[in-house]
């Protein structure tokens, strides 16, 4: 994949990104804030963006979404590791968990 390949696809990825944010906050505010893991701030700003807008923002080189299981004990719990797959919905509960509190620790 070559370099301006890979911007397409950041660029691509932003705009969905932008689009999906922009429908969960208008949709249901309370659980957008949690499934995306924005302030309020964030989320008023996200939803009051023109297309024209969203379309200038996504255009940059940056990826604008990050994944929020950062450590180790979140990734292992996600991918079940090790575990049976009888297992498998408690560990992705507790992994959801774990993410929650991190979102309010960061509210």
């Known amino acids: 994949m070559t ?3 890979i911007l397409a696809e950041i660029r691509e990825a932003n705009l969905s990104y932008l689009m999906l944010a922009q429908s969960l906050i208008r949709t ?8 995306l893991g924005v302030s309020e701030d964030t989320a ?3 939803d009051t963006l023109t297309p024209a807008q969203m379309m200038k923002i996504a255009a940059g080189n940056t990826l604008l979404c ?3 299981a950062d450590d180790e004990l979140v990734w292992s ?3 079940s590791h090790g575990r049976a ?3 498998e919905g408690v560990s992705r509960l ?5 993410m929650a509190g991190r979102h309010q620790e960061a509210a």
């Open 3 to 5: 370099s301006e390949q």
């Open 28 to 35: 249901d505010r309370e659980q957008a804030l949690y499934r």
């Open 44 to 46: 008023s700003m996200i």
């Open 66 to 68: 990050r994944f929020r």
């Open 77 to 79: 719990l996600l991918t």
């Open 85 to 87: 797959s009888a297992n």
């Open 94 to 98: 507790h992994a959801a968990i774990l």
